[in-house]
């Protein structure tokens, strides 16, 4: 092999390794720091766009699954299953208002522990208590999912 030859396949090569390494596929020496456990909810990940809205939406099916006396699971369960919010809370007794007051005193300790841990802004939280007021009740109807 010629000396220019030689030269040549060593920086192809050391330009593989280098973009594989800049790409994660291949480990460097330095072992990465495993993520520490947190709350569930408080710190979205950072390649997560949207983890903010999906912390929003955990807080408000948690809330509703207390007003209603069950679990968080179970109510996703009946969500999914084609059941309303609005049965079930007729169910328990409640109107509308009664559901979306309560609701209100439920979620807003949730929603003040995701602007503290800065997973949302007080702004955003504000804005969710606000439709809520207003008389928006998330899955109020259901769940409505995109065709």
């Not at 030859?5 to 330009?15: E, I, L, R, T, Y």
């Not at 330095?30 to 909810?41: E, L, Q």
């Not at 559901?99 to 702004?123: C, Q, S, Y």
């Amino acid at each position: 092999m010629s000396p220019f030859a030689a030269v040549a396949v060593k920086a192809v090569g050391a330009a593989g390794v280098a973009a594989l390494l800049s790409m994660g596929v291949v480990s460097a020496a330095t072992p990465s720091p495993s993520p520490s456990p947190t709350a569930a909810g408080t710190q979205p990940p950072a390649s997560d766009s949207h983890a903010d809205r999906r912390a929003v939406r955990r807080a408000v099916v948690e809330a509703e699954a207390d007003v209603l006396g069950i679990k968080p699971e179970e109510l996703v369960k009946d969500l999914k299953a084609g059941q309303k919010v609005s049965d079930l809370a007729k169910t328990k007794g409640m109107t509308k208002e009664q559901f979306a007051a309560r609701l209100t005193t439920k979620l807003k300790p949730r929603l003040e522990a995701l602007v503290d841990h800065k997973v949302i802004t007080k702004v955003e939280a504000d804005r969710v208590l606000d439709r809520i007021a207003k008389g928006y009740v998330p899955f109020w109807d259901g769940l409505h999912r995109r065709k």
